[in-house]
């Protein structure tokens, strides 16, 4: 009889949070299997923080671009640059960086999979199977049925996770989304006026997003135009027309147009209380606000790999819990504050254009910077949070100039 492969981790996606989970465990030495889509690649603007870049050894090659500076533009059009002091924040074109991380798994010594995720069940002794659509890397259609079983399971799957939902995780089918889309522009030989290929800028103005904001992030040879919004009657493709004609770029060449769903705020459970465990898009890690996830998926990822290796050596199901526990005592504020400034300052236009007033402060612009470059609260300057408190209040109260 032909006997089905074991391992003690199953990986289901490859992105940012499934590579780094899969390499973290192989470097532990655990038996992973790391099984992606061959071509997957998902709307993002591809900034990471030096935090990312330090904590997982990210080399200097994989950056497209280095931006020195954001300019938020309010729907007045009104302009406020923000440098970014003594430092810089990273852009990364994420087929060529999300790749790279997959690399470094197998050579870590993941075993690599091509093939879609089909379903969940379970052998007669417990223990999971993982059933798959295998492909070759150039195979287009229908792939070959295979299957491997499974000690534990990380989903990395992304957002509307088909693992958390065949496994039964809690609230998986209830999170809510804002979607998407971005076009992927060769940056023209003859730039715009004001074009700088070091600066990030952020529109927020209704006619983009009525509740998220559009983004042109430079990638060296190229640039990431998009936006994104929960309203499912808001075309988003006819957003990013008008802002890459108000840009300047609209007769850049497109190159590529990708767009996918990105939860609102972290699931409730991460876990099935047996085997598997979320992360990435999948444990809903996308900041609100902002839509940063990157480094918060290769964190939640990290924090899975330790999670499922805990099980495996314990036998203790409530090892599962810890990668959530240990996500929300580290981000649960940030993600808080940021939550109820994107649900009041993006509601509409004269409260987008507070927050853009808002962001002429060098207070905020400084603590808001440190915040994000470092992922954690800057404590270091407690008059200055005390100005910004005052400050925002009177932007709150309608006593601040616009």
């Not at 010594?109 to 379970?122: C, M, N, P, Q, Y």
């Not at 983009?208 to 190229?222: I, K």
């Amino acid at each position: 009889m032909e006997t089905t492969e074991t391992f003690d981790v199953v990986v289901v996606g490859g992105g940012p949070a499934g590579a780094t989970a899969a390499h973290t465990l192989a470097q532990r030495g655990l038996s992973v299997l790391l099984l992606d889509r061959a071509g997957r690649i998902k709307p993002c603007g591809g900034a990471i923080p030096p935090r990312l870049i330090k904590d997982y050894a990210i080399p200097d090659h994989l950056l497209v671009a280095k931006a020195q500076s954001a300019r938020m533009i309010a729907p007045s059009d009104h302009k406020v640059d923000i440098p970014i002091d003594n430092g810089f924040v990273g852009m990364v074109d994420r087929a060529e960086f999300d790749e790279w991380l997959r690399e470094r798994a197998a050579s870590a010594g993941a075993v690599r999979r091509i093939g879609t995720f089909d379903k969940l069940s379970r052998d007669a002794d417990g223990v999971s199977v993982v059933h798959f659509q295998a492909r070759e890397r150039s195979q287009r259609g229908e792939g070959t049925p295979a299957k491997v079983r499974a000690r534990s399971i990380i989903g990395a799957d992304g957002a509307k996770s088909q693992v958390a939902r065949q496994a039964g995780v809690d609230g998986a089918k209830d999170t809510q989304y804002v979607f998407a889309y971005h076009e992927i522009v060769k940056a023209p030989a003859i730039k715009p006026v004001g074009y700088d290929g070091t600066r990030c800028d952020v529109y927020y103005q209704g006619q983009l997003s009525p509740d998220f904001y559009g983004w042109v992030f430079p990638h060296g040879d190229t640039l990431s135009i998009g936006t994104g919004s929960a309203d499912k009657g808001f075309s988003l493709r006819h957003a990013v027309g008008l802002l890459r004609h108000s840009s300047g770029l609209g007769q850049a060449e497109v190159l590529r147009r990708e767009g996918a769903p990105l939860p609102m705020k972290p699931l409730k459970r991460w876990d099935n209380g047996r085997d598997v465990v979320l992360a990435g898009d999948a444990a809903g890690v996308v900041a609100p606000a902002s839509g940063e996830g990157i480094y918060y998926a290769m964190y939640g990822g990290e924090l899975a790999a330790h999670a499922v290796e805990k099980l495996l050596h314990t036998g203790e199901v409530k090892s599962l819990r810890y990668a959530r526990k240990e996500f929300m005592r580290a981000h649960r504020t940030v993600f808080t504050v940021l939550g109820i400034m994107q649900w009041f300052w993006y509601s509409n236009e004269k409260r987008r254009e507070r927050f853009v007033k808002i962001c002429e402060d060098r207070d905020v612009q400084q603590l808001t910077f440190e915040s994000y470059m470092n992922k954690q609260l800057v404590r270091k300057k407690p008059m200055a949070h005390v100005r910004i408190f005052f400050k925002d209040m009177a932007h709150l109260l309608g006593l601040a100039r616009v």
